[in-house]
Structures are given as C-alpha cells and as structure tokens.
C-alpha cells in the first residue's frame, strides 16, 4: 500500500489502529497499543523511501481506550518517526460525545488529514456536517489555529447518496458532482481539493440488501471523473498543489478499487494514466 501511494503521487496513507478484539471489550488495551506501534515503526523505512506519510485514525468503537485522540496521539509519539501523523476522524469524535475542536487541539503538530462527517452521537451514520449533533463552530476555530486550509471528499456517497436509491448510474452522479463543486467554490472558506470515487456498493458488507449504490462505474465512465477533476486543477481554484483525492485503492466492500481485478484487469489504473500519465 505504500509503494502504491508512491506509485500514484499520494503523500498520505490513513490506516486505523490494531484492534485485535473487534467491536468487544478490550481485554488488553496496553497490548492493542503496542500492536499498533509495531505495525507502524515496521511500515516507517517504505514510508521514508517513498515519501509518505502515515497517518493513523481515531475510532468509534467506545469500549476500547485506542479509539480516542489522546491514545491515538499516544501511539504517533511512541512512533516518533516524521512520516508518523494523524487522521482526525470527526463522526468518530461525536460517537465519544467529545469535542471536535478539543480533538483538533489533541491531535496538534501530527495533524495532517481529516475525515469529515456528522452523526447523532449514537453511532457512525456518515451523514453531512451540520445533520447531527457535532460541534463544527468548536471544529473550525480549531482548525483555523492550526492553519489547516484545505479539504476535500472521502466518498460520493457522502454527499450524493439520497439520489442513489436503487442504483444511480455513473454519469448521473457526475452531474451531481459538478454541481457540489460549484456550491463549495461559491461557499466553503476554504481551499477544495477535487475528490473521484472509483465507485459505492456497500452490499458486500452486510447480509440485508442496501438500495444505495452506483451503477455502471466502467473505466471508461470512471477516466470521465479523472478528467472532470484534472480539468478542476488545472484551472487553478487556489490549490497549493495539484492535488487529486481518489477513492479508493482497495475498499473492496464498498465497490471502490483500483486494484487490478477480474472483470476490468487493470482497466481503473490504465483510465487514470491515460489522464494523467506522460503523453508520448
């Protein structure tokens, strides 16, 4: 994963903590801790060769004591490497009923990535800031302490996924996704960097049928999203670098990968070097 982080001129790889208990108690937290350490003092000599750093994420599950900012920001000093950072995950602050800005502070000189995203404080919903319970005023004054000034998307379905029900073709969500651009452009204080998601189909995940997916996310459909975002980047929008998030590498269980597979072999990887690969 880090070799393909290189391999695609990705800085950051976000990883979350060891957690060898599952959703259940922990039985042994200082074990769960070292287990995360080691993972990533033996990741840290790629992460140096290839230029990445990692960035490790807070959790949502409340019985275990890794899942919290201070354990999380813990385990990067334990590190102690620069390629060692932190992802500030906020839907998983809320779950803890804690502050975003207070977890903003926590994080501090590791902070690196955000994902961004509201829930009731029950459990991890994935909804739009503002539709549940966080703290977002405590969140950006935070950030703007710490001179944080981009953002991005993690997935389409975050902002798309009441127009997905029963499936939502590929180039339709396109055309929602220029029309979220222009609303961020017109009214985020704040740098935007373009986001394109490979696809979204949860059902591999859980054995009732879940309506909201994408459909006919080819790599064909899939370069057009390269190209609407290369297109977004090269007109400048105040972008500090030419910076494109895409998810995602390998979120087999959310139908988001560009990893070589059967049905399109290396069609995903070969869509985005003719984008942006060098032209003969």
């Known amino acids: 994963a880090v070799h393909g982080c290189h391999c695609l001129g990705a800085p950051y790889l976000i990883i979350h903590p060891q957690m060898p208990y599952g959703w259940g108690r922990e039985e042994d937290a200082d074990f769960a801790l070292s287990l995360t350490v080691e993972l990533m003092k033996n990741l840290m000599p790629d992460c140096e060769k290839y230029g990445v750093t ?52 926590c ?89 394109v998601s490979v696809g979204w189909d949860s059902n591999p995940r859980f054995k009732k049928f879940r309506p909201r997916f994408i459909t006919d996310n080819t790599p064909e459909n899939v370069q057009k999203g390269f190209e609407l975002a290369k297109a977004y980047v090269d007109e400048g929008n105040g972008l500090r670098a030419p910076l494109i998030v895409v998810n995602a590498w390998n979120e087999w269980t959310e139908g988001g990968y560009l990893e070589p597979e059967k049905k399109y072999g290396y069609g995903y990887l070969e869509a985005i070097r003719k984008v942006f690969g060098v032209k003969e």
């Open 107 to 195: 994080a501090g000189k590791y902070l690196r990535t955000l994902h961004v995203h509201d829930n009731d404080g029950k459990a991890d919903r994935h909804q739009l800031p503002w539709l549940g319970t966080a703290d977002w005023n405590s969140f950006t004054a935070a950030l703007a302490e710490t001179g944080f000034d981009g953002v991005t998307h993690y997935q389409y379905y975050d902002f798309a996924k009441n127009f997905m029900q029963n499936g939502k073709p590929y180039s339709e969500i396109m055309d929602i996704v220029k029309d979220e651009w222009q609303y961020i452009k017109e009214n985020v204080n704040s740098v935007y960097y373009p986001h």
């Open 54 to 105: 990692l960035c490790l994420e807070n959790m949502p599950m409340t019985a275990h004591r890794i899942s919290t900012m201070e354990r999380i920001a813990e385990a990067v000093e334990m590190v102690g490497h620069p390629n060692a950072a932190i992802c500030l995950d906020t839907g998983h602050t809320n779950v803890f009923g804690r502050s975003l800005g207070d977890d903003v502070r």
